[in-house]
Each structure stands twice: as C-alpha cells, then as structure tokens.
C-alpha cells in the first residue's frame, strides 16, 4: 500500500529545538492537520530526509545540470561518513562550490536533524501557516513530498 508523508524541515540542516516550541509549532499545524498525524522528529545526527518514489532526478544549483545518480551517491557516502556535517563539495560540471542540501532535488529533499511528519496531507500549509512557522522556529522551511 502506498503512503504519502509531508515532510517539512530546515533549511539548516543543524537546526533543532526544543519541546516547548514543538507544541506550539503543533499548535499552528493542527489548524489544518488532524493532530494525530502531525509527528516531531529530532535525530542526533543529520539525515537524509528522501522523497521516497518522488526521487527522479538532483541537478546542479549553479548550471543546472543533471548530476549522475552514481556520482550524487558517492558524495552521500563521503559526507556520511562525516556524519553529513559537512555538506559541501566542488561540482564536476561547472567546479561550483555547491552543498548537497542546495542541490536541485526533483522532487525536493534535504538534510536535516530536526523533521515535522504529516501522514496523508492533502496539501501543504498555507502561506500565512507557513510563515507563523518560520516565525516560531526563526528558520525557513522547506517541504518534501515523501512518497513510499
Ligand atoms: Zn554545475
């Protein structure tokens, strides 16, 4: 059976926070979202949040072109095993100075230890939801449409 998650995390994959702001980020989203399927989720070191069935394709944030998946997942495993503390690296098309958080992920994804889990979502926030969010945590956010 297939399952659809909004994920929505960081721009900083470092980014954490604590309980108090969770509730009232919980808050914010359960105008929208039935509570129980709103979920927190703080890892001790930063992951890979994946858009599942949705990863078609990462390219170049500087000249757009499409990396080789063999060669995006080489630069994974040598950011692993740095724990992904250190996200950056030289591109090979255009030897950019590029992160593989700010790569061109189609459909999006990122890198992050602190991640907002809504099971089945019809849609994403609002605009005005999303900006008391960024307001609340002091962070931009993105939104990853996981599909499984
Ligand atoms: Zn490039």
């Known amino acids: 059976m297939s399952h659809t998650l909004l994920k929505i995390i960081s721009i900083d994959p470092g980014f954490v926070t604590n309980m108090e702001t969770q509730?009232?980020?919980?808050?914010?989203?359960?105008?929208h979202y039935r509570p129980s399927t709103i979920e927190f989720q703080t890892t001790d070191s930063i992951e890979f949040i994946d858009q599942g069935a949705n990863f078609e394709?990462?390219?170049c944030n500087s000249c757009g072109r499409d990396l080789e998946m063999d060669e995006w997942q080489a630069l994974?495993?040598?950011?692993?095993?740095k724990q992904?503390?250190?996200l950056t690296f030289i591109t090979s098309c255009c030897h950019s100075k590029s992160s593989l958080n700010d790569?061109?992920?189609n459909m999006p994804a990122g890198f992050?230890?602190?991640?907002v889990s809504i099971s089945e979502a019809p849609e994403e926030p609002t605009e005005n939801e999303l900006s008391q969010l960024e307001g609340l945590l002091g962070t931009k956010l993105?939104?990853?449409w996981c599909h499984y």
């Open 112 to 115: 992050a230890k602190f991640t």
């Open 142 to 144: 993105r939104m990853i």
């Open 84 to 86: 992904f503390e250190d």
């Open 23 to 31: 509730e009232k980020a919980k808050a914010i989203l359960a105008k």
């Open 57 to 59: 394709s990462v390219a």
């Open 103 to 105: 790569l061109k992920y």
């Open 76 to 81: 994974v495993d040598n950011a692993f095993e």
